[in-house]
């Protein structure tokens, strides 16, 4: 078949692909973007930002409930309907990307909806409304084609209505009860985003933990507080069967406990499929997970891969990062900068906050790192004193003890992002934890409990 050559094809338009390609056509490179949905991708349209907008909201029902140990006493009738609004009008424009696309054309590049593959080297096809197009690429093709919901092979679970993050960004209305299938970083938010709109919301995690990817103490102080909010948290265990009848899910657990909800919602990971995007076509492994990278983020000979495909972290900063180092690499720029992965920072955003930066104690150890921790507790702290009501999280630090650096951090508490700010510059510099010691922390902020926890390494 012809195809029209240019200079770079860019597979899926998430945050990094959107980002790369408009680095290369202001640059002045001939590029086409392919998008089979919207472009822009999981972030604006189904997860961090919509997400997001809930927990303002649910952050807001939080502190109302704090009135009455605080301030008084305050009645909230909860609605819905402003969320909804809002993510409907403001976050996703009715899950339109006219503005996205406008803004990738208007820097110069050809925007393609469709579905994009690779069939040689340097060669895309991109299956379109109107049939399929064929573009060979000079320079190469950049993949930033992300994830899709993972749907465990649970007896009966296909056949129901379940939903995946995409549909419950999208609810006009919450259910009476939910069933959420996995206590990751997507489970926990959503989870605790419904139950405070009123929800019976009961989390079925398979791992032994929430959160299992942070320090067990973020997972345990996480399931005491949604317990305490009502949450029921169910670790360790899975669903066996699930049934639909027109109305009510029937979830059967492992350990034979039958839950009846009107909602189930599955956050039980991400999947890719290579193979679909045919990466065979340039000597890559397509029954794996993600796709390898180098430090410029190259994958093959003309090719690069960014974003959650390379499995660095399913973050949005992460794709923007992983873009800046793909553009600056095809553009040939001199003393370009490379992919460092010390210091990647991740927050989920539940109140608490889970902040993390860098190694947890358990994978700092198994990499045969002499480690030293300290430990703080926020509501030990002045600032978690004074805060009362709200207070609980910490701040825990791992040190690379021969070194005299951190190599891991975390912060969870109010603000436990935003706390994280000062331990992803320890991390990523290499502050000595001396010089961190004689530091100046401000008075009372919850991040002082930083100076407390290094004074506790050992
Ligand atoms: C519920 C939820 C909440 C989240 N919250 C946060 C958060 O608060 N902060 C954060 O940093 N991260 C968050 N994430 C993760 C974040 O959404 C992703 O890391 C981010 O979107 C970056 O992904 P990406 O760049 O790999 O591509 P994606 O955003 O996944 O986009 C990939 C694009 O490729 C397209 N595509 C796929 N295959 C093809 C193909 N063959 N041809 C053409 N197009 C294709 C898709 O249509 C899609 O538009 C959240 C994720 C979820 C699910
Ligand atoms: N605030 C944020 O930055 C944010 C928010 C949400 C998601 N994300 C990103 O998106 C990625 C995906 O998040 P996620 O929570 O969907 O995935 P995840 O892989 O992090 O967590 C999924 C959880 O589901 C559990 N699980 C798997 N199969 C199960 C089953 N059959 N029954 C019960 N539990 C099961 C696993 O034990 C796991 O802990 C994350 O890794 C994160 O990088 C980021």
């Known amino acids: ?112 909806r469709g579905s994009g593959r690779i069939t040689a080297p340097r060669e895309v096809t991109v299956s379109t409304a109107d049939g399929a197009r064929v573009f060979r690429a000079r320079r190469g093709i950049v993949l930033n084609t992300g994830t899709d919901p993972a749907v465990p092979a ?37 989870a605790q985003v419904f139950a405070r709109f009123g929800a019976a919301v009961t989390i079925v995690q398979h791992a032994d933990r929430l959160l299992p990817g942070d320090e067990p103490e973020a997972g345990e102080l996480l399931a005491d507080t949604f317990e305490a909010e009502g949450i029921t948290v169910r670790t360790g265990m899975s669903a066996a069967r699930v049934r ?72 949005t900063h992460v794709s923007m990062y992983q873009a800046r180092i793909a553009a600056a690499d095809i553009l040939g720029e001199d003393g370009a900068e490379t992919a460092d992965y010390r210091a990647v920072p991740r927050v989920t955003f539940t109140d608490p906050e889970v902040g993390s930066v860098g190694l947890t104690e358990e994978a700092a150890r198994a990499k045969g790192i002499t480690v030293r921790t300290g430990l703080s507790e926020i509501p030990s702290s002045s600032r978690g004193f004074i805060h009362k009501v709200g207070n609980k999280g910490f701040v825990k630090l791992v040190e690379d003890a021969e070194r005299g650096v951190l190599v891991g951090a975390t912060s969870v ?28 922390y401000a008075y009372p902020t919850f991040h002082r409990a930083i100076e407390d926890a290094l004074n506790n390494l050992a």
Do not use: Q
């Open 1 to 112: 078949m012809p195809g029209t050559e240019v200079d770079v094809v860019v597979i899926g338009m998430g945050p990094g692909g959107e980002d790369v390609g408009a680095r290369l056509a202001r640059a002045g490179l001939s590029v086409v973007g392919v998008d089979a949905r919207l472009v822009g991708g999981e972030c604006p349209y189904y997860a961090c930002v919509p997400t997001k907008m809930m927990i303002r909201a649910t952050d807001a029902l939080g502190e109302a409930a704090r009135v009455d140990t605080l301030a008084g006493s305050a009645s909230v009738r909860r609605d819905w309907a402003p969320v909804a609004t809002r993510i409907r009008e403001e976050a996703t424009d009715d899950w339109d990307d006219t503005v996205a696309v406008d803004r990738f054309t208007g820097t110069g590049g050809e925007f393609v």
């Open 154 to 190: 649970i007896d009966g679970l296909a056949e129901t209505p379940y939903w995946t993050n995409r549909d419950a960004v999208a609810v006009e209305e919450v259910p009476g009860s939910l069933v959420v299938l996995g206590g990751g970083p997507v489970g926990c938010e959503l």
């Open 244 to 315: 639909y009848d027109g109305g009510r899910f029937a979830v059967k657990l492992d350990n034979g406990e039958e839950l009846a909800v009107d909602r189930l919602l599955v956050a039980a990971g991400r999947r890719t499929d290579l193979a679909a995007l045919g990466v065979g076509a340039v000597g890559l492994p397509e029954d794996v997970r993600g796709v390898d990278t180098d430090e410029r983020m190259r994958a093959a000979d003309g090719l690069w891969a960014i974003g959650d495909i390379t499995g660095r972290g399913a973050f």
């Open 413 to 440: 508490g109010p603000t436990g992002g935003e706390v994280l700010g000062a331990l992803v510059v320890a991390v990523h510099a290499e502050v000595p934890t001396t010089t961190l010691r004689r530091m100046i």
